[in-house]
Structures are given as structure tokens and as C-alpha cells.
């Protein structure tokens, strides 16, 4: 079945950086679309990022881009989140997200997307 794991998240301060990977199990990485999102403390889960199955990618408007980066390697089947210049509004639990349907790779809303990791913590202090 389909299983993603991330890691990299952790403690940063402001205008650090961190990596994020998300290893994916049980299917064929390049079939399927992936994102990441993030869930601020007492707040929903927001898209950051999307790459779709062709390769192209979308980014939250304002909030990431130029900060952030997605990108994946499909021999090792792990999306990665390249974050810079990171602010204290960007502290919350990021999740990796894939489906395969049309509908959810071009959606940004997070019940859109089928296969979820357990998160992985970023805080980022001042």
C-alpha cells in the first residue's frame, strides 16, 4: 500500500534553513502527483508546494514563493522541500501528500489528496 514517511523538520531560527524529504513506498513514484502542506498551530492545512506528474510545479502565492522549493528524485522515489529564509510564520507541521487522480493534482485543497506521511515539525524561532 501507499506509504510516505518524511523527515528533516526541527527547531530553526529565523532566516535558517531546512530540508524536508518525503520517501515514498508502494507504487510508482512517477504516476502520481505530490505536495507538500503545512498545518500552523490552531489553524487548517494549507498547500505549500505541488509538483503534478508532468513535472510542473505551483507554489502558495506570497506565503513561499521564492523561499521555497520542491523538487523530487525519482530513482530514490523522495520528494524534497528546499526552505530558505525561513520565518517564524512559517512554523507548523508539514505533510507530504500524492494522488494519481486529475482532479486532486490540480487542486490545492488538501481533502483533495488521497495519501497523506505523519507530518514532520518545523518551528521556527526568532
Known amino acids: 500500500q501507499v506509504q510516505l514517511v518524511e523527515s528533516g523538520g526541527g527547531p530553526v531560527q529565523a532566516g535558517g534553513s531546512l530540508r524536508l524529504s518525503c520517501a515514498a513506498f508502494?507504487?510508482?513514484?512517477?504516476?502520481?502527483?505530490m505536495g507538500w502542506f503545512r498545518q500552523p498551530p490552531g489553524r487548517g492545512r494549507e498547500m505549500v508546494a505541488i509538483?503534478?506528474?508532468?513535472?510542473?510545479?505551483?507554489y502558495a502565492t506570497d506565503s513561499v514563493k521564492g523561499r521555497f522549493a520542491i523538487s523530487q528524485d525519482n530513482a530514490k522515489n523522495t520528494l524534497y522541500l528546499q526552505m530558505s529564509s525561513l520565518l517564524p510564520g512559517d512554523t507548523a507541521k508539514y505533510y507530504c501528500?500524492?494522488?494519481?487522480?486529475?482532479?486532486?493534482?490540480?487542486?490545492?485543497?488538501?481533502?483533495?489528496?488521497?495519501?497523506w506521511g505523519q507530518g514532520t515539525q518545523v518551528t521556527v524561532s526568532s
Open positions: 509538483i503534478n506528474i508532468d513535472g510542473s510545479t505551483r
Open positions: 508502494g507504487y510508482t513514484f512517477s504516476t502520481y502527483c
Open positions: 501528500a500524492a494522488d494519481y487522480r486529475l482532479s486532486s493534482c490540480n487542486s490545492d485543497d488538501s481533502w483533495r489528496y488521497n495519501y
